[in-house]
């Protein structure tokens, strides 16, 4: 009887250290939120609030940029699994600097809602998603994601602007923060790699040609740039 005694409390030890850890990382419900400006940057309902936070970073500028090629973004290394609300340090060394790349857009969309905007809906609030390419016409699983988040999003990055340059396969700078959006590691979609740039703080569009662009010449800020 002792014996069974013990094994009943380690049991409901055990059921009560599982529920204290869901309870844990589990965020508030998306109640009474009406609007962005009354969604914190964690966001709420059943995401994770610490890949929210990131993904709502307001810093006009990320420091320490790199400039790197796509196919060096697909080879990075990333976990095999992750929970919920888990620490994200051992990611910092990357998620903490910025990074600029070069890309054919090969497609645009603005995302549904989603906890990291409180579940609010309507483009106003919510990401515009980007594909980025090494070719015009490679397919979507060779893609990197990229997105503009609301709380980023100046005055003339219209998705207008956006699904014209994605159906026309324009050639584009992008600068922002390095991101592993963790949330995909158990629920994947089909892109190349769950390394993304997000949030986009600077978007160029090559008004040249590729070579010309490359060597420096011919880039317009996305605010300053308006469809021929």
């Avoid at 094994?7 to 409901?12: H, P």
């Avoid at 250290?17 to 966001?43: E, K, Y």
């Avoid at 159906?167 to 190349?192: F, Q």
Wanted: net charge positive; hydrophobic share 35%; aromatic share 8%.
């Amino acid at each position: 009887m002792k014996n069974r005694t013990v094994v009943l409390s380690l049991l409901f030890s055990a059921i009560a250290l599982v529920s204290f850890s869901f309870t844990t990382t589990a965020q508030q419900p998306c109640t009474g939120i009406s609007s962005l400006a009354d969604c914190p940057n964690t966001g709420c309902g059943q995401g994770d609030s610490n890949l929210n936070a990131l993904k709502n970073r307001t810093d006009a500028a990320p420091p320490n940029i790199q400039t790197r090629r796509l196919g060096q973004i697909r080879a990075f290394s990333e976990p095999s699994s992750w929970t919920r609300g888990q620490d994200r340090s051992s990611l910092a060394f990357r998620e903490s600097r910025g990074v600029v790349v070069k890309a054919f857009l090969s497609d645009a969309r603005a995302s549904g809602k989603e906890t990291t905007n409180c579940r609010l809906t309507g483009q106003d609030n919510n990401d515009f998603h980007l594909d980025l390419v090494s070719f015009k016409k490679a397919g979507k699983e060779t893609a990197v994601t990229a997105e503009i988040t609301p709380r980023l999003r100046k005055a003339g990055w219209d998705f207008e602007k956006l699904d014209f340059l994605g159906e026309e396969k324009y050639y584009i700078r992008i600068t922002g923060w390095y991101l592993l959006d963790s949330m995909h590691i158990s629920n994947p979609i089909e892109r190349s790699t769950n390394w993304e740039i997000h949030p986009i703080t600077r978007l160029e569009v090559c008004t040249l040609t590729r070579p010309k662009c490359n060597q420096g010449q011919g880039w317009v800020d996305l605010e300053n740039w308006e469809i021929p």
